[in-house]
């Protein structure tokens, strides 16, 4: 029986691992006691009302704010000491395209500052563009985009570094609802392709159901977990489906 055990494959790893998280802004207490794995592959949305926390909890998992208490890992190294940075995306509500780039300039400037040569830098713009259906845009100015464009554009710039973790912080919040659903579709096309792991913070119960693997409720005043949903419904999602309708209905009574 040993020996057996022993030739079972070990569990994985979280690649996003949060202990006794707590922060502070001002004196106030903004998120307290969060502990939270993710898991390789995952897409975790983190949804609940304004001043949950949901933005400050993605900024210091990035590492762009501190923690005041708590551990963070990212992919098993403690986050003060993680080293490969090129692995973790951030996607912001807003596109911030330069406009003085073209689409090409935009992406690629993920990739400034880096090891690779020119070579490899156009392959892996020019990989990114077509993933997400803009190669043909490539030498336009982000003025002459539509905001669908963009939000495509943005995501490309994302994923050129070739990232394992990918935050999102509401990226298709000002779309319109046809666009946002094309996003939508995209978004889970790429993460199946990629494997990548996603954390994504939004408002919007219908978007987290249509995306997440699992939800992660947060609740105001001090931010804090309420609960964790897992999602079984397959995919693809529709808005329309009864399954879908239904998980959105009562999930809006626990936001």
Same mark, same amino acid.
């Given at each position: =029986?040993?020996?057996?055990?022993? +030739?079972?494959?070990?569990?994985? @790893? ?27 592959? +995952? ?42 940075? %090129? ?8 596109? %911030? ?22 070579? +490899?830098?156009?392959?892996? *713009?020019? !990989? ?5 259906? =803009? ?25 050129? @570094?070739? /990232? ?6 509401? /990226? ?10 094309? =996003?939508?579709? &995209? ?8 494997? =990548? !792991?996603?954390?994504? *913070? !939004?408002?919007?119960? &219908? +978007? ?13 005043? /001090? ?5 964790? *949903? ?13 399954? $879908?309708?239904?998980? $959105?209905?009562?999930? %809006?009574?626990?936001?």
């Amino acid at each position: =029986m040993s020996a057996l055990l022993n +030739e079972l494959p070990a569990p994985a @790893a979280p690649v996003i691992d949060l202990a006794g998280v707590s922060k502070q802004f001002d004196g106030q207490t903004v998120l307290h006691d969060i502990s939270l794995q993710v898991w390789p592959g +995952e897409i975790v949305a983190l949804l609940g009302a304004s001043g949950g926390g949901k933005s400050t909890l993605l900024n210091i998992i990035s590492g762009l704010l501190p923690a005041d208490a708590g551990t963070i890992t990212l992919q098993g190294e403690d986050l003060s000491r993680f080293s490969q940075w %090129r692995q973790v995306a951030y996607l912001f509500q807003e596109d %911030r395209l330069l406009p003085w780039r073209t689409v090409r300039q935009n992406v690629s400037f993920a990739l400034e500052n880096t090891a690779l040569g020119r070579r +490899e830098r156009l392959q892996r *713009v020019d !990989t990114a563009l077509h993933l997400v259906g =803009m190669e043909k845009v490539a030498a336009k100015w982000p003025h002459q985009l539509s905001g669908g464009m963009r939000s495509r554009i943005a995501l490309a710039r994302s994923l050129v @570094a070739e /990232p394992q973790i990918l935050l999102m912080d509401e /990226p298709f919040s000002r779309l319109d609802p046809q666009t946002r659903s094309a =996003m939508h579709a &995209e978004l889970l096309r790429i993460c199946a392709l990629k494997k =990548m !792991t996603v954390v994504i *913070v !939004t408002h919007d119960v &219908e +978007e987290a159901v249509i995306l997440a693997d699992r939800i992660v409720i947060l609740q105001p005043n /001090p931010g804090r977990i309420k609960q964790s *949903v897992a999602l079984t419904l397959p995919r693809p999602r529709l808005p329309t489906g009864r399954d $879908v309708a239904e998980k $959105v209905r009562l999930l %809006r009574l626990e936001v």
